[in-house]
């Protein structure tokens, strides 16, 4: 790098954490809000999640069936896109193997869909084998409504949009299919250990 | 990943700063040079890198202040004091100096003149800083939209841009409201007190004209005025939120 931002220098330290966090990010401690519009305010009689697209017979609970299902202890890192990334989140969810047990698809790839119209597209390969979940837990209490309350989506190794707040259901793809961010010229990926930020990195 | 291939890769690029105004003790507008520049919406915002002797990098987004029709690439940056970037663009960087930037970035929080109105624009702090891009835009376009800025401030010392807003209301179509969350000045002519749906309800356009919101701030006021509104009755899709907390670091 031939550009020297004159008189600038490391401020913080951060011992210790070589190695978790990624190239571009520095450690926040409060746990910082994004979201593109209103929170939405679901009522949990109201809620329900679907899976639906490349599947022969949808799929759908209601908030106090999606509750029965078996759930996980989730201790991850988190890293946003606009350079924050936080240590051992403590999460509790549904894994998305559990969701889709016994389900024979083609589909390649997912978007998740949402609460106030978000969505945002994985590879189906990112969502199983224990890589994301749907979370409804924070911190040992109910995930609060402007962090995605009552449910978002989990898939901490990807940058946190990915991370659908208020998520409804998965719809499984053949063919990827941008989401939000993504068509707003995001990463179509997101891996933050690449730095995939935008279209293109 | 075709459609991918045809968006332009965003590369960092060299700035030079070409003047530097103090708004307030801790806030800094930041005059660019920027050859390379493509241009922006109104709205978007910059990464900024900054690169160490010892080859640290650090980088933030910062929202851009300045309208598309400017013709100048122009950042506002509020000091956070355990921040690592903002004392340095406030404290260190001068004319001169060059600084490493990529964007625009976003899309979405953004306005163009053929979008229209009316136009609501609530900001916190330093959250005004995309909203005047928009307001500048508004009227450097000579668009006609209706546009009501309802800015909240600690004291009257922190207001941005005090003396160009004072200059904004008086367009025609423009209406600039400023409200003290801290302080209650002898001879204030603005409001007092936190935004609140009492507030919106009278500053707001009213729900029925369809008007677009852009909400900007930390996100206590981003959650009350983004719930106010849709109290109010208008569409969740009708407003644009984004938040400027203290991890812009």
């Given at each position: 790098m031939a550009f020297i931002s004159r008189g600038f220098k490391r401020r913080t330290s951060e011992p210790g954490q070589e190695g978790r966090v990624p190239p571009g990010q520095h450690l926040t401690a409060d746990f910082p809000v994004l979201s593109a519009g209103p929170t939405p305010h679901r009522q949990l009689a109201d809620w329900s999640l679907s899976i639906r697209g490349e599947i022969d017979d949808p799929l759908d609970w209601t908030w106090d069936e999606f509750q029965a299902l078996p759930r996980e202890r989730i201790t991850k890192d988190i890293h946003c896109v606009t350079t924050w990334s936080k240590l051992d989140t403590e999460w509790e969810g549904v894994s998305v193997d559990t969701l889709l047990d016994g389900v024979e698809t083609t589909?390649?790839?997912?978007?998740?869909?949402?609460?106030?119209?978000?969505?945002?597209?994985?590879?189906?390969?990112?969502?199983?084998?224990?890589?994301?979940?749907?979370?409804?837990?924070?911190?040992?209490?109910?995930?609060?409504?402007?962090?995605?309350?009552?449910?978002?989506?989990?898939?901490?190794?990807?940058?946190?949009?990915?991370?659908?707040?208020?998520?409804?259901?998965?719809?499984?793809?053949?063919?990827?299919?941008?989401?939000?961010?993504?068509?707003?010229?995001?990463?179509?990926?997101?891996?933050?250990?690449?730095?995939?930020?935008?279209?293109?990195? | 990943m075709a459609r991918a291939a045809l968006q332009r890769r965003l590369s960092w690029q060299l700035a030079e700063v070409v003047e530097s105004i103090d708004e307030t003790p801790r806030v800094r507008s930041i005059v660019l040079s920027a050859p390379d520049w493509q241009g922006h919406r109104a709205g978007q915002h910059v990464d900024v890198r900054l690169t160490a002797e010892d080859g640290y990098q650090a980088q933030r987004s910062y929202s851009i202040a300045s309208a598309p029709d400017d013709h100048k690439l122009v950042l506002t940056v509020e000091r956070l004091d355990d921040g690592e970037v903002s004392p340095y663009l406030v404290d260190e960087l001068r004319p001169g100096d060059k600084l490493e930037l990529r964007g625009p970035i976003g899309g979405y929080f953004a306005w163009d003149a053929d979008t229209g109105g009316p136009l609501l624009l609530v900001g916190g702090g330093s959250g005004i800083v995309?909203?005047?891009?928009?307001?500048?835009?508004?009227?450097?376009?000579?668009?006609?939209?209706?546009?009501?800025?309802?800015?909240?401030?600690?004291?009257?010392?922190?207001?941005?841009?005090?003396?160009?807003?004072?200059?904004?209301?008086?367009?025609?179509?423009?209406?600039?409201?400023?409200?003290?969350?801290?302080?209650?000045?002898?001879?204030w002519g603005g409001r007092i007190g936190r935004i609140d749906q009492a507030m919106l309800a009278d500053v707001a356009w009213p729900a029925q004209t369809r008007g677009l919101s852009f909400v900007c701030g930390p996100t206590g006021l981003v959650e009350a005025v983004a719930a106010g509104l849709v109290g109010l009755g208008h569409e969740p899709g009708q407003i644009k939120t984004e938040r400027f907390g203290p991890t812009g670091g």
């Open positions: 589909a390649e790839f997912v978007v998740a869909y949402c609460d106030g119209g978000y969505t945002t597209n994985l590879p189906l390969a990112d969502v199983t084998g224990g890589k994301a979940w749907i979370a409804f837990g924070y911190g040992g209490e109910p995930l609060a409504p402007e962090h995605g309350g009552p449910a978002r989506l989990l898939v901490p190794h990807l940058y946190f949009w990915k991370s659908a707040k208020w998520v409804r259901g998965l719809r499984l793809l053949q063919e990827d299919e941008p989401g939000f961010w993504e068509g707003y010229g995001y990463h179509n990926y997101g891996d933050p250990w690449l730095e995939q930020r935008y279209s293109g990195d | 995309p909203l005047m891009s928009i307001l500048r835009q508004r009227i450097a376009s000579g668009s006609a939209a209706a546009v009501r800025l309802l800015a909240s401030w600690r004291t009257s010392g922190d207001i941005i841009y005090a003396t160009e807003l004072e200059r904004c209301a008086a367009v025609d179509g423009v209406e600039i409201v400023h409200t003290l969350t801290r302080e209650s000045p002898a001879g």
